[in-house]
């Protein structure tokens, strides 16, 4: 059971717009900011967006993220197949003597 | 730019200790935060802990009580030990920078080493 809660799958076709939500409480979203992370089948993660929204150079701008109280979202404009990839958003948690937590994952299935 | 590489054991006996060292180049060890995360077979990721250069370390709740995650500047690594392994502890482990922001309280992991599996079985 994951600290952040993510939809465990999500799917769009090509050129679509999607977005893929984290919930969170007052000790992690509420008071701290997401990060998004990408992993490609067989990858390692990858960075996607920082500091709730900023995006580390490279990454298209088709990827974006927002936070809103206790929630995070992550939106992918212009759906293409290899935005097919597990994505999952973190945060630090000032919970005990503080950790960084994770969702459990969003399979994007690019149909 | 910045390359993590983790090395260690492929396999481990249960009830044993699980010890992995990331090495770092193209960049110095110093002046940053350096952690350890693990994804499960088929699961989701998971935070292990961090270090900074200095020493000091900072363990998730939930492994703190077998974690020891040291630091060789000289040598530009960072290492993990697990002890007391179980069938639970196979994961693909993963080195990355988290890199820490003190005045903002926020943190981000980038860049990230590639992985390697350590299976626990007898």
């Known amino acids: 059971q994951s600290v952040l809660t993510q939809p465990p799958s999500a799917s769009g076709t090509p050129g679509q717009r999607v977005t893929i939500s984290c919930s969170g409480s007052?000790?992690?979203?509420?008071?701290?900011?997401v990060n998004w992370y990408q992993q490609l089948p067989g990858t390692a993660p990858k960075l996607l967006i920082y500091?709730?929204?900023q995006r580390p150079s490279g990454v298209p701008d088709r990827f974006s993220g927002s936070k809103s109280g206790t929630s995070a979202s992550l939106a992918i404009s212009g759906l293409q197949s290899e935005d097919e990839a597990d994505y999952y958003c973190?945060?630090?948690?000032?919970?005990?003597?503080?950790?960084?937590?994770f969702g459990g994952g969003t399979k994007l299935t690019v149909l | 730019q910045v390359q993590l590489q983790e090395s260690g054991p492929g396999l481990v006996k249960p009830s044993e200790t699980l010890s992995l060292t990331c090495t770092v180049s193209?960049?110095?060890?110093?002046?940053?935060?350096w952690s350890w995360i693990r994804q499960p077979p088929g699961k989701g990721l998971e935070w292990i802990g961090y270090?900074?250069?200095?020493?000091?370390?900072n363990y998730n709740p939930s492994l703190k009580s077998r974690v020891t995650i040291s630091v060789d500047t000289s040598k530009n690594q960072f290492s993990l030990k697990l002890s007391s392994v179980t069938a639970a502890d196979t994961a693909v482990y993963y080195c990355?920078?988290?890199?820490?922001?003190?005045?903002?309280?926020?943190?981000?992991?980038?860049?990230w080493g590639q992985g390697t599996l350590v299976t626990v079985s007898s």
């Open positions: 990355a920078r988290y890199n820490w922001n003190d005045g903002l309280r926020e943190g981000w992991f980038d860049p």
């Open positions: 193209g960049g110095s060890i110093s002046s940053y935060y």
């Open positions: 270090i900074y250069y200095s020493g000091s370390t």
């Open positions: 007052s000790s992690n979203i509420g008071s701290n900011t």
């Open positions: 500091s709730n929204n």
């Open positions: 973190a945060a630090w948690d000032d919970s005990l003597n503080g950790s960084v937590v």
